[in-house]
């Protein structure tokens, strides 16, 4: 994809750079809203070699690890991702040891339902019995796969295109291309049924990262399940964004107002997918979350934690006052793709 901007990727490094200042800034904890904040520092350290960025997630890690970090569950496996890059930058034993933690969770102690998907966990509580929830794939599905590409793990990878393959199977609305947000494997409902943006984030996301992740991806059947599903799932997301960039928390809902992390974590799936159709929805996102970052870095219009809502009505009054860790991480991962990208096309 050739990405034209007004805005240079040195600019667009130093509002990220903002972003990335605004996030250390925040009370955090070793859970999924960190998890995806620094993500999101993590994929700006990979585009620009900044290094700065590598020492304070060390030094904040660190600093966690010897307070005492908490039991796993789904939610809590998003924080690997900051594990894998200071393992694959330092080659620490303690970050490793870590990672094969969460992945020995996820593997024997994680709760699982029909073909071995994993159950969406937020608390050592059995929360929500038997569901499927897109959440699960950046939390624990994606994680899976880059630890299994690192370690050179086919099981690890074969898991994670498994939960891919099943969340797509029941999660993904056919007629409409769209993803539901979660699914009740006991009830056999998607419960309210609702298109939920920051859900369609998730799945777009991963799925174009694994896309592009694993080597020789053709030689692993899922992987064309999740290319024709990315395909689909993106040609119907890009008719509903709205004029100012954004797409509405509700996609389907056309009164929906617009929110900010489901914009950056779709936008960003649209530039690692490289469809040059798909430049000008870029484009446009960019300028629609670019006016919704402050000058000290903090990402505004984020909705809150979500659960599978009964209504409509119940996604649109989640409460959007208040940065949120997923809103700097997914803005994060979205700019460190645009700047990847203007740097290495012409």
């Known amino acids: 994809m050739k990405l034209k901007f007004d805005t240079t990727a040195n600019d667009l490094g130093q509002i990220a750079g903002r972003v990335a200042d605004y996030t250390f800034g925040m009370d955090l904890t070793w859970d999924w809203p960190g998890g995806v904040a620094f993500y999101g520092v993590s994929r700006l350290f990979e585009v620009t070699g900044e290094r700065a960025y590598l020492e304070r997630m060390a030094a904040w890690c660190d600093e966690y690890i010897d307070a005492g970090i908490p039991g796993w569950t789904v939610n809590t496996c998003a924080m690997g991702h900051i594990l894998l890059t200071l393992y694959d930058q330092t080659n620490d034993q303690k970050y490793l040891d870590l990672i094969l933690s969460k992945v020995g969770y996820l593997e024997n102690k994680a709760l699982r339902f029909g073909d071995r998907v994993l159950q969406h966990t937020v608390s050592s509580n059995n929360d929500f019995p038997e569901q499927y929830w897109a959440d699960t794939l950046f939390m624990a599905a994606y994680f899976l796969l880059r630890v299994g590409v690192k370690l050179k793990e086919k099981r690890l990878i074969d898991d994670a295109l498994h939960q891919f393959f099943w969340h797509i199977n029941f999660l993904q609305d056919e007629e409409k291309g769209l993803w539901y947000h979660g699914y009740n494997h006991i009830n056999k409902d998607h419960m309210s049924g609702i298109h939920w943006a920051r859900a369609n984030a998730w799945a777009a996301y991963t799925m174009s990262r694994a896309a592009r992740l ?14 024709s599903s990315l395909r689909d799932q993106l040609a119907a997301i890009k008719k509903l964004q709205k004029e100012d960039g954004l797409w509405g928390t509700v996609l389907d809902y056309r009164v929906a107002y617009g929110e900010v992390s489901a914009t950056a974590g779709i936008a960003a799936a649209m530039v690692m997918q490289g469809n040059p159709l798909h430049a000008k929805y870029v484009r446009k996102a960019l300028d629609g979350i670019l006016a919704n970052i402050t000058e000290n870095g903090r990402v505004v219009n ?28 997914l803005t994060l991962a979205f700019l460190a793709a645009v700047i990847e990208t203007a740097e290495t096309e012409e």
């Open 214 to 227: 694993v080597p020789e991806g053709y030689l692993y059947p899922p992987m064309m399940h999740i290319w």
């Open 302 to 329: 984020v909705s809150g934690g979500t659960a599978v809502m009964n209504d409509i009505e119940g996604y649109l009054r989640i409460d959007r006052k208040w940065a949120q860790g997923w809103g700097q991480g």
